[in-house]
């Protein structure tokens, strides 16, 4: 059984830089799409970033050049890197993996982990 764990989330005021980390067990990470994905109260979930297992990436545009997702095989994590957070940044992240149906920030995903909060706030 795959599953996730997502960490690295925190309180960062404006313009600050987080680094969250993706966690996969059960699974070998080497054949495996990951996205992140961003939820508020209340709202859908946002696609944020999409990474292959031949490492291309893919952005939102409304992360790109602030978000840089990036994994490592070797130890089963996939990493969201985060610059110039904006109050519009919060949410509970989570990074499902298993995509299948259409374009990648509207596909349907087996596996989810619980998420990493992220908070922005001065």
């Known amino acids: 059984q795959v599953q996730l764990v997502e960490s690295g989330g925190d309180l960062v005021q404006p313009g600050g830089s987080l680094r969250l980390s993706c966690t996969i067990s059960g699974g070998n990470l080497d054949y495996k799409d990951i996205a992140w994905f961003r939820q508020l109260p209340g709202k859908a979930c946002e696609g944020l970033s999409y990474?292959?297992?031949?490492?291309?990436?893919y952005y939102s545009p409304s992360v790109k050049g602030r978000f840089t997702i990036s994994r490592d095989n070797a130890q089963n994590t996939v990493h969201l890197q985060i610059h110039s957070l904006s109050p519009e940044d919060p949410g509970l992240y989570y990074c499902?993996?298993?995509?299948?149906?259409?374009?990648?920030?509207?596909?349907?995903?087996?596996?989810w982990g619980q998420g990493t909060q992220v908070t922005v706030s001065s």
């Open positions: 990474i292959t297992p031949s490492r291309l990436s």
């Open positions: 499902p993996t298993g995509s299948y149906g259409s374009n990648w920030w509207e596909a349907k995903y087996d596996y």
